[in-house]
């Protein structure tokens, strides 16, 4: 099994938003572990707080977004630390 983080989203509900590029395109960025995905987006919420603070964008509330399993896919690199998804 495997994580993603997802994001409520007014047009679609809720889609994993987290994409990343090596090369081949975009694809969804997923985590081998439901923690993993957890402190990926304690991260993620961590830095849109101090962008907050910092007057550049608006408030983001944790309930907009959630872990989730999805089956049958292949985990994805975890983002780099201090790396914004």
Do not use: S
């Amino acid at each position: 099994m495997h994580y993603e983080v997802q994001h409520n989203t007014l047009a679609d509900g809720w889609i994993n938003t987290w994409l990343y590029d090596e090369g081949g395109g975009l694809e969804p960025e997923t985590f081998a572990t439901k923690e993993a995905a957890e402190a990926a987006l304690d991260e993620y919420l961590q830095d849109l707080e101090e962008e907050c603070d910092a007057g550049n964008i608006e408030p983001y509330g944790r309930d907009e977004f959630r872990v989730r399993c999805v089956p049958n896919t292949v985990t994805q690199p975890d983002h780099q630390q201090g790396e914004t998804p």
